[in-house]
């Protein structure tokens, strides 16, 4: 169907300062018109958005897909599946796969995939070193012509702080954005979740927030240095956003996430070895996530990421310090973002701007924003529909989730990918 007209929602657009009843008027792929009806649109579907809000299809920085390499935990095509039914329409995957994408050929690989699964755009950011060894550079200049959006070493140590340095300057020469994962590796020592009381009644290793500081302070002082985009990606400690805020207001080309579950998670979440609370950076306290949560109502937090990370349930049943980290977070990451929303926390244009225009923003993309000409990305939602996650109905391979039985109000309706209905919930 080349024609779609989107009748009677409520489009909020935050690029372009859009909250309104707005219909979307869309032709081969790309939003044709926003409001009046085209002369003689003849439209092939109509989809009724009465009661529903329509936005730019959301974007997801810094998903870790499992293919190539670990198809057993999640493939392209089962993880866009996910994508679309959580009305994400680009997935930005990090660069550790395997092999890692340091090369175009790898990336060129993932890109053929998955066009062919369609389900969402995904997007590369690229190695910063070879083989995410941290010693030599990767070639970022190959990379970006290839198409990787960034580049990262995402939370792998690099050897040494000079060639952190070099990394950025050489980045900064392809005004490549760096997404920094930071974390000392040495102050981590192995650890598995926060190091505080919880920790200590478990007997569990524990990760000290200094291990995020200081890293953070090493890199705010070589992004002022070497004049590189940073973004600072999945931030979980308040001492953290307090030094980011600082150096946003003295100037610094800088930006920052975090990831939905640490907005709602703390590290009391652990306290009977709940295996899917085991994520990294690790569940932080109470004050952490109340900080992290000011610092998005207040801009300082820019973006919201899902921090995807599929895994099959053998990797979860270990002891807690062996299981593997990480969330599953494709199918509820909108849903979460909405909880904020009902919390009264933020109001429902900055939810969806940290979703959409934000990471776009960050990677300097033409996407999440809806103006004519542009690729009819879409997610449709009904912001009063009242449903419980069920980790067995998920499409995502991974059914790793800490939000299992929890109530949410909002549900992902529709998702059109490049002007196609990649999900349906009355399909």
């Not at 290839?146 to 140590?157: E, F, I, K, L, Y």
Request: one cysteine or more; hydrophobic letters at 40%; glycine letters at 10%.
């Amino acid at each position: 169907m080349n024609r779609i007209h989107i009748r009677g929602g409520r489009l909020i657009d935050p690029a372009n300062a859009i909250d309104a009843e707005r219909d979307l008027w869309l032709e081969h792929g790309k939003v044709l018109a926003v409001g009046e009806a085209p002369a003689d649109f003849k439209p092939d579907q109509i989809i009724d958005a009465r009661g529903k809000i329509v936005c730019p299809g959301l974007i997801d920085l810094g998903v870790h897909l499992r293919e190539p390499g670990q198809e057993h935990k999640g493939t392209i095509g089962s993880e866009g599946r996910a994508a679309a039914r959580g009305g994400i329409t680009t997935l930005v995957c990090m660069p550790d796969t395997q092999p890692v994408i340091d090369t175009p050929a790898v990336w060129e690989l993932i890109r053929r995939r998955a066009k062919a699964c369609g389900n969402a755009r995904v997007l590369a950011i690229g190695a910063l070193t070879h083989e995410l060894a941290g010693e030599q550079l990767a070639e970022m200049g190959a990379l970006k012509r290839a198409g990787c959006v960034a580049v990262s070493n995402t939370r792998r140590p690099m050897a040494n702080t000079l060639v952190t340095r070099h990394a950025l300057e050489y980045a900064s020469t392809f005004s490549l954005p760096v997404i920094l994962c930071s974390e000392d590796p040495h102050l981590k020592a192995g650890g598995c979740v926060h190091e505080g009381a919880v920790a200590s009644r478990l007997g569990l290793p524990g990760i000290p927030a200094a291990a995020e500081t200081v890293a953070v302070a090493r890199d705010l002082a070589l992004t002022e240095h070497t004049g590189c985009r940073s973004h600072f990606h999945t931030l979980s400690t308040g001492r953290a956003i307090e030094m980011i805020r600082q150096a946003r207001q003295g100037g610094a080309k800088l930006t920052a996430g975090v990831a939905i579950h640490q907005l709602f998670l703390m590290d009391q979440d652990v306290a009977d070895f709940n295996t899917a609370c085991h994520v990294d950076p690790p569940l932080r306290t109470q004050s952490d996530r109340d900080r992290l949560r000011q610092a998005l109502r207040d801009g300082d937090i820019q973006v919201i990421c899902s921090n995807h990370q599929p895994h099959e349930a053998d990797a979860k049943t270990e002891p807690f310090p062996l299981t593997a980290p990480g969330i599953s977070g494709l199918e509820t990451l909108l849903p979460l973002s909405l909880k904020l929303v009902e919390e009264g926390l933020l109001d429902l244009a900055t939810a969806i701007a940290a979703l959409t225009s934000g990471p776009a923003r960050v990677l300097d993309l033409p996407l999440g924003r809806l103006d004519p000409g542009r690729s009819a990305d879409i997610c449709i939602f009904d912001p009063e529909a009242i449903w419980k996650l069920d980790p067995e109905t998920m499409a995502s391979q991974g059914k790793n989730t800490p939000f299992a039985g929890w109530e949410f109000r909002g549900r992902v309706t529709h998702t059109l990918f490049e002007g196609r209905l990649t999900w349906s919930i009355d399909s």
